[in-house]
């Protein structure tokens, strides 16, 4: 018996190896067949990684940026580092851990009810909106730190109004309440908030022009990234698409410039700051297997994450949580070059799958962020040291 299990390990172990032989042999990317087309990412610019001095003041911080990518699994951050050579920006965070991301009513999460889950600490059902299963408001991190006179800020890719954002200023049963949840923006004291969803403010069917309500509660309504990159202070409206922002080809740097436009404005603020980034359309690019999106959406968001680490390594009493709300796409790395950026990505369904994602922490409070938790912990976490 011992003998035989042997002998099938043996095979095991020689097949193995075949097999990646014969894998490494293939090894050819020069004829990408049209399906490989979209899956297979050639390689492009690549950016100069920095790395930031840990060294921080006190036990708590001051100032939390919490940054969600959208879709964002183990498999899209390594096929981004891949792309830029193998470095990323996520490499200062020396603090790791794991989020289990399963809603309340659905092992695989939607955006909705992750969303939920990272802003208020429920587990909902898929779709909810600041919402819990009996579709009960539940106040959320932002409206907690508002309350405690902290200025708050919420950026995305996305629509403004899209799941992810809307679960840090909304309270709304379905996701796709668009006007509603555009509605409860007006019902908050948030400082700035800028994405696109400008349609969901003003086209709408009660006929009210929120862009305006806006503007008489104070607010610069702004519709250009380079005039809302001026801004340094007071309140601001960032619309700064109809409703979905394009994709990175398109829209260039509006991330990294929208997380440091927030950070100069939220910073005048002696009492700190929450700030939620959200890189939202690595997630679409999962969506469609497509891993030029996929890697193009994961750089943006490592640059964004970049300016974050900027401003906390010189600041000392700011803590970034980086994490995300599910992984989309089933992805895998199948293959890939550091020197050219070559990422062949493979994927395992055209939805959300129910694997951990990672969690990344640098700051004051970064070690509360390691091994395993449940998505619903993050918030938690971070409140329990906001209370000050
Ligand atoms: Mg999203
Ligand atoms: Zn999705």
């Known amino acids: 018996m011992i003998k035989k299990l042997r002998w099938t390990k043996a095979i095991a172990l020689v097949l193995a ?24 990412f050639p390689g492009g610019e690549q950016y100069k990684v920095k790395q930031f001095k840990a060294n921080f003041k006190g036990k708590k911080p001051k100032n939390i940026i919490f940054m969600i990518g959208d879709g964002m699994g183990i498999a899209q951050v390594f096929g981004g580092m891949t792309a830029n050579g193998g470095k990323l920006f996520l490499e200062n965070f020396k603090y790791v851990g794991f989020s289990r991301t399963q809603s309340a009513d659905n092992y695989v999460t939607d955006s909705a009810a992750g969303g939920t889950a990272l802003s208020s600490g429920y587990k909902t059902y898929n779709g909810a909106i600041g919402v819990d299963m009996n579709k009960k408001s539940q106040p959320n991190i932002r409206e907690y730190a508002e309350e405690k006179g902290i200025a708050t800020g919420v950026i995305s890719t996305s629509a403004i109004t899209h799941a ?4 840090f200023m909304a309270h709304q049963p379905q996701r796709k309440m668009y006007e509603e949840i555009a509605g409860d923006f007006l019902n908050t004291n948030v400082d ?3 994405g696109g969803g400008y349609d969901h403010f003003t086209k709408r069917k009660d006929g009210r022009n929120l862009a305006k309500e806006l503007k008489d509660k104070g607010y610069k309504v702004l519709r250009d990234m380079k005039e809302i990159a001026k801004v340094k202070d007071g309140k601001l409206a960032g619309l700064t698409a109809p409703t979905h922002n394009p994709r990175y080809e398109e829209r260039g740097d509006m991330l990294p410039v929208a997380t440091q436009t927030a950070l100069n404005i939220l ?11 959200e890189g939202s359309q690595i997630d679409w690019g999962g969506h469609q297997n497509d891993t030029h999106f996929v890697v193009n959406e994961m750089l943006d968001f490592d640059r ?13 009493e700011t803590l970034i949580v980086v994490t995300a709300d599910h992984e989309t796409g089933g992805m895998a790395v199948l293959g890939g070059k ?32 390691m091994g395993f938790m449940e998505n619903i912990d993050i918030p938690k976490k971070l409140k329990a040291m906001m209370k000050r």
């Open 192 to 194: 700035v908030f800028i």
């Open 17 to 40: 190896l075949g097999l990646g032989l014969s894998v490494s042999a293939q090894e050819n990317y020069k004829h990408i067949s049209k399906e490989d087309s979209v899956k297979v």
């Open 338 to 369: 550091y020197k050219s950026g070559m990422v062949k990505g493979g994927y395992a369904t055209g939805h959300h799958s129910g694997v951990p994602v990672p969690v990344f922490a640098f700051g004051p409070g970064a070690e509360e962020f």
């Open 267 to 277: 910073d005048n603020d002696k009492d700190g700051f929450f700030l939620m980034v």
């Open 304 to 316: 964004a994450i970049g300016v974050a680490l900027e401003f906390a390594a010189k600041n000392k």
């Open 164 to 167: 992810t954002p809307a679960s």
